[in-house]
């Protein structure tokens, strides 16, 4: 009998043996593939002003305000090693308007107002783009959250016509506004 039992451990081993599954191989891992990452901010500084025409009623011997303030966006994105980022309004010469035929209308009497400010002439200030500007809006550029914004100004303009002695015409001009960052 003790041949037997033994004969049916043996038998009995064997069928589990048959049975049970099959052990598991060691994992097989792939090599690694990489993909490379460049993303690119580029530097950018722009202005948008609107309305595109502010139009005036002029009189003979007075201030006449403009028919629209106009409303300055400026957008940037700048690199570290700005300081500084500055917003002008500004005309190319001492001359405001012009009637084409002589008669002008200097910068001395174009009047700005900053941000519901008090209204300045623009002969005052100097610019990188010209003597006839007035500062519109400054950052200082270098903590945080001052590298890549947005910023809004209102320019409200008047003209004076006081001791001009203009004739009846059409006067037109063009105000730049542009932004510089150092």
Do not use: C
Not at 13 to 40: E, I, K
Not at 44 to 51: E, I, R
Not at 146 to 173: C, E, K, M, R, V
């Amino acid at each position: 009998m003790n041949n037997f039992r033994k004969a049916m451990l043996v038998s009995g081993l064997a069928l589990v043996a048959a049975m049970s599954p099959a052990s598991r191989a060691q994992a097989l891992n792939s090599n690694v593939a990489t993909v490379n990452l460049n993303a690119v901010l580029a530097e950018s500084l722009t202005v948008a002003a609107a309305p595109a025409t502010v139009n005036f009623t002029l009189v003979p011997n007075g201030t006449a305000n403009g028919s629209s303030s106009i409303t300055v966006n400026t957008n940037w994105a700048l690199g570290k090693t700005r300081t500084s980022m500055k917003v002008y309004a500004y005309f190319s010469s001492a001359v405001g308007l012009t009637d084409g035929a002589g008669d002008n209308i200097p910068t001395s009497n174009v009047l700005g107002s900053i941000n519901a400010g008090a209204f300045n002439p623009f002969t005052g200030g100097v610019s990188p783009f010209g003597v006839n500007s007035q500062v519109v809006f400054s950052q200082a550029i270098g903590g945080a959250g001052t590298f890549n914004s947005t910023h809004s100004d209102t320019i409200a303009l008047q003209i004076n016509t006081t001791g001009l002695a203009l004739p009846a015409a059409t006067y037109t001009g063009v105000l730049n506004i542009q932004a510089q960052a150092l």
